[in-house]
C-alpha cells in the first residue's frame, strides 16, 4: 500500500515554507454596501398615497335630488348595502354586494350609466356606516 510521509527523508534538499493561503478581508466592502443601502433608502422617493376626491357639502342651499342619489351602506364581512333613490320609495331595491371588483364597483359604473342617461347629470354617491 502507499503511504504518504510528511517529512521529507533526505535532508540534502531544502526545505520550503509552505505559502500561507489567500485571504481577502470584505470587511470595508460590506460597510461600503450598507452606507450604500441606508442612503438610497433615505433618498428615495416612496410612493404616494392616490385617493379619491371627497366633496362634501357645504350647506343644505338645496336639497340632493334623490333621482340621481345612490346610498351605500356597510356592513360586516365586506358586505354592502346600496340603493338607487329614496328608501321609502326606490328606483333600484336595496341590493346586497360585497366590495370585489364584480360587486360594488360594477354597481356603481350600472348606476352611474343609468343616471347620465336619464338625467344627463352625474350620480351622487352618499356612503352610510
Not at 533526505?10 to 461600503?32: E, H, P
Not at 410612493?47 to 338645496?62: D, E, F, N, Y
Request: aromatic share 4%; hydrophobic share 40%.
Amino acid at each position: 500500500m502507499a503511504e504518504l510521509n510528511s517529512h521529507p527523508q533526505n535532508s540534502d534538499k531544502k526545505v520550503r515554507a509552505k505559502k500561507a493561503a489567500l485571504r481577502v478581508d470584505l470587511t470595508a466592502m460590506v460597510d461600503l454596501a450598507f452606507l450604500l443601502i441606508t442612503f438610497f433608502m433615505l433618498t428615495t422617493t416612496l410612493s404616494k398615497p392616490r385617493a379619491m376626491k371627497i366633496t362634501m357639502p357645504v350647506g343644505q342651499s338645496s336639497p340632493v335630488p334623490q333621482s340621481r342619489t345612490m346610498t351605500i351602506c356597510l356592513g360586516k364581512d365586506n358586505h354592502a348595502v346600496w340603493y338607487l333613490g329614496q328608501l321609502t320609495n326606490p328606483s333600484v331595491a336595496a341590493t346586497v354586494t360585497n366590495f370585489s371588483r364584480d360587486g360594488l364597483r360594477r354597481e356603481i359604473a350600472k348606476a352611474r350609466n343609468k343616471v347620465r342617461k336619464e338625467t344627463g347629470k352625474e350620480l351622487i354617491v352618499v356612503i352610510k356606516t
